[in-house]
């Protein structure tokens, strides 16, 4: 299974949170950009003209920004250059304000069939302090849009002065909507962005109330139908999404435009995170990596043992022997001796139990 991942950098407004390669005020630069995005795309096709790939994720910034026929003229670009699964997955980031009736149609007819809307929160008033364009009435109207469609709705978790009620009504938005998928993660304040001085104040929920606000959310999508595949991912039956489910099994993905990664061939690579450098390195005939690494025997056996534990399908000891040839319980000897009473195992697999998911990130540093 591999993967292609399209970084449109283009927003209306800088949430206060994100620490994500976007530009609000740049958005002149669609079309110069997308120009070049197209012309990676043909540099890059010939090279993995072997390849099938089975997912294509629009992600950004805020991909439903630009005029949707760019992403139209994206996804002709990609069917030219590379071989696609007849049954792929293609997803497209949305943002509720930007988003309307005439929008769908062409991400339809570009052969999107499925739709990742930010929600964020049911609450307006949270909304506008994390610096969102729409409140909740224009995701009741993408989601309106979008009714019978296959589309995710994210839950942001350790918002300030965030109740178990508000999460209660953000959920049950979310599943009356229709929403087929639902991301719910805890807020990361990362410093350089205006929500990290709320934290310094601490005016943000702490680690203990974060994580009895999961808890309550993660009943909450129990009871409507939502299992839990990831630490942070929920889905109706057979609606995980495909796209990340390749990265947390260490899948093969080909990443095109300003600051995307790429895991293809044994080797990471990462293009360079400044817009004009991005448009320059491809007008000048050149890839605009910037970093280049082969990942080493070792690390790959962390990665596969790091991203298996994130997920409720867990680690398959049969699995990573075939891959390694080696028992992963003896490659990290003193880690599983640390953190087994962490762990369910059955079956042959390995996986963290639910009361600990939320505290997997200490659990897993001890690898």
């Known amino acids: 299974m ?15 949170y994100c620490d994500f390669t976007s530009f609000p005020n740049r958005l002149n630069f669609a079309e110069a950009y997308m120009a070049c995005l197209y012309k990676e795309i043909e540099k890059r096709g010939e090279e993995l003209k072997e ?49 309307n009736e ?35 009435r224009d995701y009741l109207y993408c989601a ?10 994210d839950i942001m978790l350790g918002l300030k002065g965030q109740t178990e009620e508000d999460v209660r009504k953000t959920v049950e938005i979310a599943a009356g909507s229709g ?19 709320d934290y310094l104040n601490g005016e943000l929920p702490d680690a203990d109330e974060v ?10 999508l129990a009871e409507k139908g939502y299992a839990r595949y990831e630490v942070s991912n929920f889905a109706r039956k057979g609606y995980e999404s ?34 004009d450098e991005y448009i320059k390195c491809i007008l000048s005939g050149f890839l605009p990596v910037v970093d280049s690494a082969e990942v080493s025997r070792e690390d790959a056996k962390f990665e ?28 990290f000897s003193k880690a599983y001796a640390r953190t087994a009473k962490y762990l369910e195992e059955k079956d042959g697999r390995a996986r963290i139990c639910d009361e600990y998911l939320f505290v997997q990130n200490t659990i897993l540093s001890e690898y």
């Not at 809307?117 to 909740?136: F, K, P, S, Y």
């Not at 309106?144 to 296959?150: A, P, Q, T, V």
């Not at 495909?242 to 990471?268: D, K, P």
């Open 2 to 16: 591999a993967g292609i991942y399209l970084h449109i950098p283009f927003c209306r407004h800088k949430c206060t």
């Open 51 to 99: 390849r099938t790939f089975d997912t294509v994720y629009f992600g950004g910034g805020t991909p439903s920004v630009i005029d949707p026929n760019y992403i139209y003229g994206a996804m002709k670009k990609i069917a030219q250059c590379f071989r696609l699964a007849k049954d792929a997955e293609i997803t497209i980031e949305m943002n509720p304000g930007t988003v």
């Open 102 to 136: 005439e929008k769908i149609a062409v991400y339809k007819r570009a052969g999107i069939n499925r739709f990742s809307v930010g929600l964020q929160t049911a609450i307006d008033a949270q909304l506008e302090n994390l610096g969102r364009i729409h409140n909740v």
């Open 144 to 153: 309106s849009l979008l009714k019978g469609e296959n589309f995710s709705a």
């Open 179 to 197: 929403a087929t998928h639902i991301s719910m993660y805890a807020l990361t304040p990362e410093d350089g962005t205006p929500i990290y001085t």
């Open 211 to 220: 994580a009895a606000l999961y808890d309550y959310g993660r009943a909450l």
């Open 242 to 275: 495909r796209h990340n489910l390749n990265y947390w099994r260490r899948g093969e993905y080909i990443g095109f435009g300003v600051s995307a990664s790429s895991f293809i061939g044994g080797r990471r690579l990462t293009n360079t995170l400044d817009l």
């Open 304 to 331: 596969f043992v790091m991203l298996a534990l994130r997920t409720a399908e867990g680690l398959s000891a049969e699995k990573y022997r075939k891959e390694f040839e080696t028992d992963w319980k003896e490659d």
